[in-house]
């Protein structure tokens, strides 16, 4: 019987290879696709047609596989999300040659640096060169999306009014030198030109939930680029420091003045290629990398809690700790909408999930025992641009916090699908943009620029 | 007859999960339950049912589970979810609501009740 058939495996085996090619169908679709095929055959062969003719119909009435492969596409961007963002519908050419892509990305590097070194150089002071920094980094990066998406004029007008609105009030506000208002624009402006990055990422189509998932998985594997980066980079700066200082020659001025300025801003936008261009590298390790850093996680809140409890209550703890408490909260914000942009949402709920519920769970706890501590204080010594902001930036974790363990739950009962807690946090991230803008432009003014 | 390929998009989402409401099945066997329904007047290409059936899951109105079939290989079976009976609910008041408003319509234009006769 199988040897009268070897004909038609043949012939299914072949059409696998030729199906395995899109990479938008994947190995299991293809076991679901040949399932059918075979269904189809055995009926074809029921009515008489002999193997050969069965096959041809068969394939005939699975359909065009371009157009197939398209569908899947459409509803699987997720697997070849770098193609369909880096050449744009309708385009075959493959975007611009490699060496060319190089070039810029290269020449935008270079201007990065250019403009960074230009600010030290001009804006005396720390604090004018600290507010602006995002600013002088932020037009190469967002240039080099709009290069490589070839945005249209009117996605680059809604990067650029922004832009320049940011750029005036950073820069006009009479800050009181020192004050805090102006620490607060420090901190909160580069978080609305990261927002802003996100719009020249997604091609301005911002709206979209896929789009945004996108860029929660690039800003997780730009982030360890860089770090890759500039861990590399350090250790070739030591190494010729040391060799060069031993032959008598002084790196140090060399280092802080040109390689420092450069390396940095330049390295940013290079990660940013290196994520899209060799994005198999990171995928592989994103998962694991988030699977060994959420438990982890969970052990660092559950110790500071325990910190915490021992010390017995917070009304005098030092208010840097509440400073640096907000960064670890949206450290671990960031791991799980990292965790959650790598996740494969069809999957079904495994441990890792439960696992994630435990770290929202414990970063709620530490959340709630921060809020508690920041009215404590606030009713004790009163308002000050700094508590409003931390006291903002809590309550939005706690709400982002709560309804993702609420939706978590869901998911790990069976009762909700995985995309439902994907839909919540892409859409809850132009909150925290908003929040960030109202710190730079509102804030200031109301305060007094103190 | 040939139905009209905007029309046969249109009521693919409800069709499959309405089929799924009679039981769990797989891919192949939802195309030929179509088929038998419609007289075989509706025709899909096959494998766009696949890209379909993982949106639904996506979207949590049905769920899927690896089994094996009768000749040992593995086959994915589709099962409708609350969620996915609440969406057809609401597709089926949907659909009634068009196909009632098409009936008025050909009954005061006086036209032969033939059509009709294939919303019922």
């Known amino acids: 019987m199988m040897e009268q058939h070897a004909d038609l495996e043949a012939q299914i085996e072949q059409w696998r290879g030729y199906v395995q090619r899109r990479q938008a169908i994947s190995a299991a679709d293809i076991d679901e696709l040949e399932d059918h095929l075979r269904g189809q055959i055995a009926d074809r062969q029921a009515t008489g047609?002999?193997?050969?003719?069965?096959?041809?119909?068969?394939i005939k009435r699975l359909g065009n596989l371009d157009a197939v492969s398209r569908e899947f596409a459409r509803e699987h961007s997720d697997r070849l999300w770098k193609q369909l963002v880096l050449v744009p519908e309708g385009s075959d050419d493959g975007g611009a040659p490699p060496w060319r892509e190089l070039a810029v990305v290269l020449a935008?590097?270079?201007?990065?640096?250019?403009?960074?070194?230009?600010g030290l150089v001009w804006l005396d002071g720390g604090a004018a060169l600290a507010r602006n920094l995002g600013l002088l980094v932020f037009p190469f990066l967002a240039g080099y999306f709009v290069w490589t998406r070839r945005l249209t004029p009117r996605v680059a007008a809604m990067l650029l009014v922004p832009f320049a609105a940011l750029a005036v009030v950073v820069n006009v506000y009479p800050f009181a030198s020192g004050g805090s208002t102006e620490l607060l624009a420090i901190l909160h402006a580069p978080m609305v030109l990261w927002l802003l990055a996100g719009v020249a990422y997604a091609g301005g189509r911002w709206r979209s939930d896929r789009r945004r998932m996108d860029f929660a998985r690039f800003t997780g594997e730009l982030a360890i680029y860089y770090i890759l980066l500039a861990l590399g980079g350090a250790v070739l700066v030591v190494l010729t420091f040391m060799a060069l200082q031993v032959a008598g020659?002084?790196?140090?001025?060399?280092?802080?003045?040109?390689?420092?300025?450069?390396?940095?801003?330049?390295?940013?936008?290079?990660?940013?290629?290196?994520?899209e261009a060799k994005q198999n590298v990171v995928e592989n390790i994103a998962p694991v990398l988030t699977r060994v850093f959420t438990p982890l996680t969970v052990v660092m809140l559950l110790t500071l809690l325990g910190v915490f409890a021992a010390a017995g209550g917070l009304a005098d703890v030092h208010r840097d700790l509440l400073i640096l408490m907000d960064a670890i909260l949206v450290l671990v914000l960031c791991l799980l909408l990292y965790s959650i942009s790598a996740r494969d949402p069809l999957a079904p709920p495994r441990l890792a999930d439960a696992l994630q519920l435990v770290l929202v769970g414990a970063a709620l706890a530490v959340d709630a025992v921060m809020l508690t501590a920041m009215l404590t204080r606030i009713a004790e010594f009163g308002f000050s641009p700094n508590k409003i902001a931390a006291l903002g930036l809590n309550l939005l974790l706690l709400v982002h916090l709560a309804r993702a363990a609420w939706l978590a739950v869901g998911f790990l009962r069976g009762r909700r699908a995985f995309a439902q807690l994907e839909r919540w946090q892409t859409r809850y991230l132009p909150v925290y943009g908003a929040w960030a803008a109202i710190v730079v432009v509102v804030f200031p003014p109301v305060f007094g620029f103190a | 007859m040939r139905i009209d390929k905007d029309l046969v998009a249109a009521s693919a989402t409800p069709l499959v999960l309405g089929i799924l409401t009679e039981g769990d099945l797989y891919g192949y066997a939802i195309l030929k339950r179509v088929s038998e329904l419609s007289g075989g007047g509706m025709q899909w290409t096959d494998g766009m049912l696949y890209p379909l059936l993982h949106r639904l899951e996506r979207l949590g109105y049905v769920s899927s589970l690896w089994g094996t079939s009768e000749a040992g290989r593995r086959r994915k079976h589709y099962a409708i979810t609350p969620a996915g009976r609440d969406a057809l609910a609401d597709r089926?008041?949907?659909?009634?609501?068009?196909?009632s408003a098409l009936r008025q319509v050909w009954q005061t234009a006086q036209q032969p009740p033939a059509p009709a006769a294939g919303w019922a």
């Open chain 1, 249 to 275: 020659v002084d790196l140090e001025p060399i280092v802080q003045d040109w390689i420092l300025p450069f390396a940095m801003p330049g390295a940013l936008i290079v990660a940013a290629w290196l994520v």
């Open chain 1, 49 to 58: 047609l002999d193997d050969e003719e069965a096959f041809l119909v068969a």
């Open chain 2, 92 to 99: 089926q008041e949907q659909w009634s609501i068009v196909a």
């Open chain 1, 108 to 118: 935008f590097a270079v201007g990065a640096g250019i403009a960074v070194k230009a």
